[in-house]
């Protein structure tokens, strides 16, 4: 299971840490469209890009890099990591944000679960090199990068940022050793400091992370502004992301004192920022500061709030006390950083939907990161299936109309029947098919078409047929659509030439009978 045990009031998830110097900028990436141009800056309560354009962040979260594995889970899976990235831009999520531990960085780190057959690629690779990876090729689709602290180590999650073994110094360092790693690239735009910082103890002798209370090895507030000027002292324009506590004192409230008078009211962990507004995160570069609350459904932890009669008309005025008035009231940004759901009761569905509703439709809604890609979360499941390749239409349909895709990711325009037919590779073209997978009722496969010709076709077209009751269910590297027994691939708009002695790769995933595809064509010319 990713997810944790909960405890009264408070939300855990699993997470991510940085340690060991980290140095080689990687080339910038151009993310531009549904993720704006350049780096990101906040403007009130909004984020904006380099020439002042509102971006509304609408991402995913895929962890796996603070755990044991120190890597992406799924990649063992037999769907390829590009083709689950593939999906996620497709479907209109526009940044991954991306959970690590400190024990993922340390020299000498070494990334496991990963199936040398559909991934060869990252084979030998260390967990930073697989991340740069990972960066390049969203960056390529327009998605942006935000890194997530998610633990000191791999071994679970901890209510404040720094223990014995993993100290303040380290996550300092390690911070800015990313943010130097990554300097000038726009991909990645900004720090998720640390994940879920909480309550420990009962008051008055609480050891937890406070919120406020001026006690420096525990107020969560001070040692985000420490943190978050070092990063932007080596990286100014980086974005820093805050998260809430969960009780603000830093502790449970003693329920064995029979006095109530002192009795606090808690939140989600990482979810409460109801004293942000008095005691504000203060950081040396403006415009830089963007908080970032944790929210969940009864499948994580059954709070009180849902059984109120009056649930879910009672949910908006919840979220504004503990985080939303920060952007009603123009103070800063808000990126929900998680919030995600079984969406296996009623209550959840209707939690899901009314918490999208409350962010906002369009360009101007609160940005967020839903949690998770990974089917392996154990108490919100995620939006990919175990297969790691197909969806959970459910959760789907309600997400949707909120997600803004990137440039060469999901719900853009499709040509349309009477648009100019593409140029005809003169000279052929070959195709080759593999099945990856099978189950009872559907399959996996890809076909990889070469364009033998002399010249590049653009834009590119692959068509296809299946036998009848063969119908897709995914796909991925093209816009992919199914009219009858004719499939059609069309190239995506951040790659759509296909250079002469060049080749594209297909996948997706198909219901019914497992059967080669037949008659395909490029661009309307018969492959051999």
């Keep these: 299971m990713k997810r944790r045990q909960w405890l009264a009031g408070a939300t855990a998830l699993a997470a991510a840490a940085v340690t060991t110097a980290i140095a080689l900028a990687q080339p910038a990436a151009a993310a531009t469209g549904g993720t704006g141009t350049g780096y990101l800056h906040t403007a009130g309560n909004k984020i904006v890009d380099s020439t002042g354009a509102t971006v509304r962040l609408t991402g995913i979260n895929w962890f796996g890099m603070e755990t044991d594995n120190k890597t992406f889970h799924g990649l063992w899976a037999s769907n390829p990591w590009k083709s689950q990235v593939d999906t996620m831009a497709s479907l209109g999520y526009n940044t991954l944000r991306v959970p690590f531990s400190d024990d993922a960085l340390k020299a000498g780190a070494t990334a496991t679960g990963i199936n040398d057959f559909t991934n060869p690629d990252l084979v030998g690779l260390s967990p930073l090199q697989i991340l740069d990876k990972v960066i390049a090729y969203a960056g390529g689709k327009g998605m942006r990068i935000i890194l997530d602290r998610h633990r000191p180590t791999a071994a679970g999650q901890t209510p404040l940022w720094y223990t014995s073994a993993v100290p303040e110094t380290t996550w300092i360092a390690d911070w800015k050793a990313l943010a130097q790693r990554y300097a000038g690239n726009t991909t990645v735009i900004g720090a998720d400091l640390h994940n879920e910082p909480h309550a420990e103890g009962t008051n008055p002798a609480a050891t937890g992370a406070c919120w406020g209370c001026g006690d420096t090895a525990r107020d969560w507030r001070l040692a985000a502004e420490r943190a978050g000027n070092a990063i932007l002292a080596v990286q100014p324009n980086w974005l820093i992301f805050v998260e809430g506590v969960s009780c603000p004192s830093g502790g449970l409230s003693n329920v064995w004192d029979n006095d109530t008078s002192n009795d606090e009211d808690c939140g989600w962990w990482g979810g409460n920022l109801s004293k942000a507004g008095q005691f504000p995160v203060r950081l040396n570069v403006a415009n830089r500061l963007v908080y970032s609350p944790h929210e969940y459904a009864t499948s994580v932890y059954h709070q009180a709030w849902f059984d109120d009669p009056t649930y879910p008309a009672n949910m908006p005025a919840i979220w504004d006390k503990y985080w939303g008035y920060l952007y009603k009231q123009n103070i800063a940004p808000i990126m929900m950083g998680e919030f995600g759901t079984t969406l296996q009761a009623d209550v959840d569905r209707i939690w899901l939907q009314e918490l999208l509703r409350y962010t906002g439709t369009g360009v101007n809604g609160m940005s967020f990161t839903y949690w998770s ?123 759509p030439s296909l250079a002469a002695g060049g080749s594209v790769t297909v996948g997706f995933t198909a219901n019914g009978t497992a059967s080669t595809p037949a008659t395909v064509k490029l661009n309307g010319v018969a492959c051999s």
């Design 373 to 495: 890609w990974n089917p392996n979360s154990g108490d919100t499941g995620g939006i990919a299936n175990d297969d790691w390749t197909t969806v959970n239409q459910a959760k789907q349909a309600i997400i949707q109309p909120y997600l803004i895709p990137p440039v060469g990711g999901g719900t853009g325009p499709q040509p349309s029947s009477s648009s100019s037919t593409p140029p005809v590779p003169a000279g052929g073209c070959t195709a080759t098919y593999r099945q990856d997978n099978s189950w009872q009722g559907g399959f996996q496969g890809q076909i990889t078409v070469r364009n033998a010709g002399s010249g590049a076709v653009s834009p590119w077209q692959v068509t296809w047929t299946w036998p009848s009751g063969v119908t897709l269910a995914s796909g991925w590297n093209a816009t992919i659509t199914q009219s009858g027994t004719t499939v059609t691939a069309a190239a995506p708009t951040y790659s």
